[in-house]
């Protein structure tokens, strides 16, 4: 009988035991743990009461890299048997480098799965207001979009079992040799960074621009510019950031407030950025920033053994940056900006009518590698006497050629020049030499260049005027490329003698 009594005692704890952990379980999963963002438009969440979506009983498993993940899950009023299966990738973020796993996962008959990232330890600055108390801890972060609503669910849950990141990154395919241009890439920053195209503000940006709005031509010498640079745009710094050439030139709210600027800057060195801010997650106040940066790199005749003029423009950084506002920092968020140059075009010109002339040119197309990229060569030709040094009025109609990394020498006589008819007839010289590039500029040390000799005959002051002119684009979250400003024209001379 105390036998049969014990036995009934051991049952009845065991019962007890699998009845509190049942419990347990079912409490933590009827926890709300996502939320739908109605017409596409995602608003700050502050507290769990306004999340409206559960995702429980999840099961994640993986065979190799093949990945599925199922769960119940239920949002208005409907109950789904979600089931998601796909290739699990490293991230392509360096933010996230170590930290976080991309299941690049198909389509659904009911939803079209924007993003599955698993994360081992949650970055407090990522996560929702209600999901602090996740940060350092395993997390899923699920992103589907309802396709008869259009309505988007985003869900953040913690991960129970701790050993799971470890064993899927050991079959995570590297990411590291991906390059941008590669479609696979594409979807992959669309997982991690499905959110841009619903937090991409169409608002006017603010354009700050430093040369002289009459002429349009700034001398590089002019220190009036450089005082007025200092005095109307603070270079203080606020926060620090990483890898930004004459990040001191650059206003202190650049990476820490919302918005698109525009900047071109006179100092020793001419360089402009583009940037396009906005805040990420919405209500933190933390901004990210797609930041691209370019100098003008440019040279006259020094000497009388020194006859070379080029014109170059080069991407000095094209990054994109996170500003944490609970520690003030910024912190490179990926390594690229989603930013590029384009429509690009580049003259030269002297004023000097009575010396000067070109004889040679020599394009160049060269984006970073050892290609020459085919370009487009504007010949600038007016009479010998004319006082010609504003490029783009002249040479839009002028004669035109395709050029592939080559150069063309002209006549090194005025008279030799006088007498041939290549720029559609008689009794002109060369007086400017343009350019006009057929590809892109996006990624860092790209370049677009073009050079020629100037002719001089006597000593006198002379000016060389400079004239590039691009557009900048952006990438939205379908991996196509939009105008953000049509027309970054700069033009400026740099006076010499000799």
Same mark, same amino acid.
């Given at each position: 009988?105390?036998?049969? %009594?014990?036995?009934?005692?051991?049952?009845?704890?065991?019962?007890? #035991?699998?009845?509190?952990?049942?419990?347990?379980?079912?409490?933590?999963?009827?926890?709300?743990?996502?939320?739908?963002?109605?017409?596409?438009?995602?608003?700050?969440?502050?507290?769990?009461?306004?999340?409206?979506?559960?995702?429980?009983?999840?099961?994640?498993?993986?065979?190799?890299?093949?990945? !599925?993940?199922?769960?119940?899950?239920?949002?208005?009023?409907?109950?789904?048997n979600l089931l998601l299966s796909g290739k699990i990738y490293d991230t392509?973020?360096?933010?996230?480098?170590?930290?976080?796993?991309?299941?690049? #996962?198909?389509?659904?008959?009911?939803?079209?799965?924007?993003?599955?990232?698993?994360?081992?330890?949650?970055?407090?600055?990522?996560?929702?207001?209600?999901?602090?108390?996740?940060?350092?801890?395993?997390?899923?972060?699920?992103?589907?979009?309802?396709?008869?609503?259009?309505?988007?669910?985003?869900?953040?849950?913690?991960?129970?079992?701790?050993?799971?990141?470890?064993?899927?990154?050991?079959?995570?395919?590297?990411?590291?040799?991906?390059?941008?241009?590669?479609?696979?890439?594409?979807?992959?920053?669309?997982?991690?960074?499905?959110?841009?195209?619903?937090?991409?503000?169409?608002?006017?940006?603010?354009?700050?621009?430093?040369?002289?709005?009459?002429?349009?031509?700034?001398?590089?010498?002019?220190?009036?510019?450089?005082?007025?640079?200092?005095?109307?745009?603070?270079?203080?710094?606020?926060?620090?950031? @990483?890898?930004?050439?004459?990040?001191?030139?650059?206003?202190?709210?650049?990476?820490?407030?919302?918005?698109?600027?525009?900047?071109?800057?006179?100092?020793?060195?001419?360089?402009?950025?583009?940037?396009?801010?906005?805040?990420?997650?919405?209500?933190? !106040?933390?901004?990210?920033?797609?930041?691209?940066?370019?100098?003008?790199?440019?040279?006259?005749?020094?000497?009388?053994?020194?006859?070379?003029?080029?014109?170059?423009?080069?991407?000095?950084?094209?990054?994109?940056?996170?500003?944490?506002?609970?520690?003030?920092?910024?912190? &490179? +968020?990926?390594?690229?900006?989603?930013?590029?140059?384009?429509?690009?075009?580049?003259?030269?010109?002297?004023?000097?009518?009575?010396?000067?002339?070109?004889?040679?040119?020599?394009?160049?197309?060269?984006?970073?590698?050892?290609?020459?990229? @085919?370009?487009?060569?504007?010949?600038?030709? #007016?009479?010998?006497?004319?006082?010609?040094?504003?490029?783009?009025?002249?040479?839009?109609?002028?004669?035109?050629?395709?050029?592939?990394?080559?150069?063309?020498?002209? @006549?090194?006589? %005025?008279?030799?020049?006088?007498?041939?008819?290549?720029?559609?007839?008689?009794?002109?010289?060369? %007086?400017?030499?343009?350019?006009?590039?057929?590809?892109?500029?996006?990624?860092?040390?790209?370049?677009?260049?073009?050079?020629?000799?100037?002719?001089?005959?006597?000593?006198?002051?002379?000016?060389?005027?400079?004239?590039?002119?691009?557009?900048?684009?952006?990438?939205?979250?379908?991996?196509?490329?939009?105008? &953000?400003?049509?027309?970054?024209?700069?033009?400026?001379?740099?006076? +010499?003698?000799?």
């Amino acid at each position: 009988m105390k036998i049969l %009594r014990k036995i009934f005692s051991s049952i009845l704890v065991i019962s007890m #035991c699998i009845s509190i952990n049942i419990i347990d379980i079912q409490a933590e999963n009827l926890l709300n743990n996502g939320i739908i963002y109605k017409n596409n438009t995602i608003q700050e969440i502050k507290d769990r009461s306004e999340m409206n979506v559960l995702f429980k009983d999840v099961n994640i498993t993986n065979q190799l890299s093949e990945v !599925e993940i199922s769960g119940v899950l239920l949002y208005e009023n409907e109950i789904v048997n979600l089931l998601l299966s796909g290739k699990i990738y490293d991230t392509v973020l360096s933010y996230q480098k170590g930290n976080s796993l991309v299941v690049n #996962c198909a389509d659904t008959d009911k939803f079209d799965v924007l993003s599955v990232i698993i994360e081992k330890k949650a970055k407090s600055e990522l996560l929702l207001k209600p999901n602090k108390l996740y940060s350092d801890q395993p997390v899923i972060k699920m992103v589907l979009r309802d396709r008869k609503t259009n309505d988007i669910i985003y869900i953040e849950d913690k991960i129970k079992d701790n050993k799971l990141f470890e064993r899927l990154s050991k079959n995570a395919i590297a990411t590291n040799d991906i390059s941008e241009e590669n479609k696979l890439f594409g979807e992959l920053s669309m997982n991690e960074q499905w959110f841009i195209p619903f937090i991409s503000k169409n608002s006017n940006y603010t354009k700050i621009n430093i040369s002289e709005d009459t002429e349009l031509i700034t001398e590089k010498t002019n220190s009036d510019l450089q005082k007025q640079y200092i005095e109307t745009y603070s270079t203080v710094k606020s926060v620090s950031v @990483p890898d930004v050439p004459y990040s001191d030139s650059i206003p202190s709210d650049t990476f820490t407030k919302e918005g698109k600027v525009f900047l071109e800057k006179d100092s020793n060195t001419y360089f402009g950025y583009f940037k396009e801010s906005n805040e990420w997650p919405i209500g933190s !106040e933390n901004i990210l920033t797609n930041f691209i940066q370019w100098e003008y790199q440019e040279d006259y005749p020094r000497s009388s053994s020194q006859d070379e003029v080029y014109l170059n423009i080069k991407v000095l950084t094209s990054n994109t940056y996170l500003y944490n506002k609970n520690d003030n920092s910024v912190n &490179l +968020y990926d390594n690229t900006s989603y930013l590029q140059l384009d429509n690009i075009n580049v003259g030269i010109s002297s004023n000097d009518a009575s010396n000067e002339f070109f004889y040679m040119r020599r394009f160049y197309g060269d984006t970073g590698g050892t290609t020459y990229h @085919p370009i487009k060569a504007f010949l600038g030709g #007016c009479p010998y006497a004319s006082n010609f040094y504003w490029a783009w009025s002249e040479l839009i109609n002028d004669k035109k050629q395709d050029l592939n990394g080559s150069e063309e020498t002209w @006549p090194a006589s %005025r008279s030799q020049q006088e007498a041939s008819n290549i720029f559609g007839s008689t009794g002109n010289v060369n %007086r400017a030499i343009a350019g006009e590039c057929t590809e892109y500029l996006r990624n860092e040390s790209q370049n677009f260049k073009i050079e020629g000799k100037l002719h001089d005959y006597g000593t006198s002051s002379k000016k060389i005027y400079y004239h590039p002119k691009f557009s900048v684009y952006s990438r939205n979250g379908w991996m196509q490329y939009n105008v &953000l400003e049509e027309t970054i024209h700069f033009n400026y001379y740099i006076s +010499y003698y000799r």
